[in-house]
């Protein structure tokens, strides 16, 4: 483990850490009647590793790269593709064992982490057979409710739901919730092609709203067909800094969905989060939804009050702890609806999270700096 910087305070929660998962998970929990089907890490003719998904070689996630996904810190010349650098040798401390993590976070001063999945968030996007999409993600549920069983409740489960068949999406969410989830995510793509807010996913909003779960939004690989990096040639996953300074547009896409079809007033109690996508875009959004929403444009828009209402009562943003505008948006945004994230082990940060989040709440108030390193998160999970 290497030495880290400690939080500047008590009661601080990582909103949005991350796990490596086992090689081998879905091969020891999916249903056994897909167990040919799982997720499998191989090998090609040149060493390099690659995913194989439903049989078939993963085509998004290039040969190679699965070996620096716990590369938060590392330099570019330490992530070039080898058949040295396996997915398990470039885990850091704390990415694939819960009592590593839990020694990490403690060397930071950290009270607790809520953890997403890392191969979870890349197959969605090239997996169409929604039987078999819910069969992995119900293998990854059980799996991380197993992981984090043991932590004392310092290590938080998010169950990974999919949106294609809907049915099924209520069921396992009812069913992690009562095994112990505290919350559950969507990639911010269906592949139905029906928009997040969609009256037809309403069945999931209604389960989520009952059993008081927010429901995240959390960036993924997406189909070529709806990556809204891909609208240019030569662009895309092969140019990582523009790949990157996009990231989280199609989580805003999928967010403001939900303010078109007017699911906040259906649910009133529906709980929504933005992650991974950074905070400061959120300013010039509700502007922006509220500005048409008074115009005849709005008329499309169903519903019943001005979209920033609906963000400032059912709505939480997850800041990068790298910004340093978001002191300028607490007061607009509201101060109750912030939190952070470290992303941890992922190479798209660079891995000076303490510090940037020191740096990037010193402006605000002592009460405001409490409000976004932790207490959100325990009022909004019930932690």
């Known amino acids: 483990?290497?030495?880290?910087?400690?939080?500047?305070?008590?009661?601080?929660?990582?909103?949005?850490?991350?796990?490596?998962?086992?090689?081998?998970?879905?091969?020891?929990?999916?249903?056994?009647?897909?167990?040919?089907?799982?997720?499998?890490?191989k090998t090609d003719e040149r060493g390099l590793e690659y995913l194989e998904l439903d049989g078939?070689?993963?085509?998004?996630?290039?040969?190679?790269?699965?070996?620096?996904?716990?590369?938060?810190?590392?330099?570019?010349?330490?992530?070039?593709?080898?058949?040295?650098?396996?997915?398990?040798?470039?885990?850091?401390?704390?990415?694939?064992?819960?009592?590593?993590?839990?020694?990490l976070i403690?060397?930071?001063?950290?009270?607790?982490?809520?953890?997403?999945?890392?191969?979870?968030?890349?197959?969605?996007?090239e997996v169409e057979d929604p039987e078999i999409s819910a069969?992995?993600?119900?293998?990854?549920?059980r799996w991380i409710l197993d992981f984090c069983s043991d932590t004392g409740g310092r290590l938080l489960p998010i169950a990974h739901l999919s949106l294609g068949d809907v049915d099924e999406a209520v069921r396992e969410l009812e069913r992690t919730v009562k095994a112990g989830a505290i919350g559950a995510?969507?990639?911010?793509?269906?592949?139905?092609?029906?928009?997040?807010?969609?009256p037809d996913h309403d069945p999931l909003w209604a389960k989520a709203q009952e059993l008081d779960i927010p429901i995240a939004i959390h960036?993924?690989?997406?189909?070529?067909?709806?990556?809204?990096?891909?609208?240019?040639?030569?662009?895309g996953h092969k140019t990582g800094w523009y790949y990157n300074v996009f990231a989280g547009m199609g989580t805003q896409m999928a967010f403001t969905t939900f303010f078109q079809y007017g699911t906040f007033d259906?649910?009133?109690?529906?709980?929504l989060v933005a992650l991974e996508s950074g905070a400061g875009w959120v300013g010039f959004w509700i502007d922006r939804m509220d500005a048409f929403y008074k115009v005849p444009v709005g008329a499309s828009c169903k519903l019943k009050e001005l979209?920033?209402?609906?963000?400032?009562?059912?709505?939480?943003?997850?800041?990068?702890?790298?910004?340093?505008?978001?002191?300028?948006?607490?007061?607009?945004?509201?101060?109750?609806?912030?939190?952070?994230?470290?992303?941890?082990?992922?190479?798209?940060?660079?891995?000076?999270?303490?510090?940037?989040?020191?740096?990037m709440l010193a402006p605000l108030s002592p009460v405001v700096q409490k409000k976004i390193a932790g207490e959100n998160v325990k009022q909004l999970y019930k932690i």
Not at 219 to 231: F, G, I, M, S
Not at 266 to 271: C, E, S
């Open 1 to 41: 483990m290497t030495a880290t910087e400690r939080m500047p305070f008590a009661g601080v929660i990582d909103a949005d850490g991350h796990i490596l998962e086992p090689a081998d998970l879905w091969e020891r929990y999916i249903d056994p009647q897909y167990r040919d089907r799982a997720i499998r890490i």
């Open 56 to 103: 078939k070689k993963s085509k998004l996630s290039a040969h190679g790269t699965l070996g620096f996904l716990g590369g938060m810190g590392k330099t570019a010349k330490e992530t070039i593709p080898s058949p040295e650098r396996t997915y398990v040798r470039g885990a850091p401390f704390g990415a694939m064992d819960a009592k590593e993590r839990l020694q």
């Open 106 to 125: 403690d060397q930071e001063g950290m009270e607790k982490a809520i953890l997403y999945p890392t191969l979870g968030i890349l197959w969605e996007a």
């Open 135 to 141: 069969a992995y993600c119900r293998a990854y549920n």
């Open 185 to 198: 995510f969507v990639a911010p793509f269906t592949i139905t092609k029906k928009p997040h807010g969609h």
């Open 219 to 235: 960036p993924t690989l997406e189909p070529v067909a709806t990556n809204p990096h891909l609208r240019f040639a030569g662009m």
């Open 266 to 271: 259906r649910f009133p109690n529906f709980k």
């Open 307 to 359: 979209p920033s209402t609906y963000l400032r009562k059912q709505c939480w943003i997850s800041a990068d702890p790298d910004e340093r505008a978001l002191s300028y948006q607490v007061d607009y945004i509201g101060a109750d609806r912030l939190m952070w994230a470290t992303d941890y082990p992922h190479p798209d940060h660079g891995g000076h999270y303490v510090r940037e989040l020191r740096e």
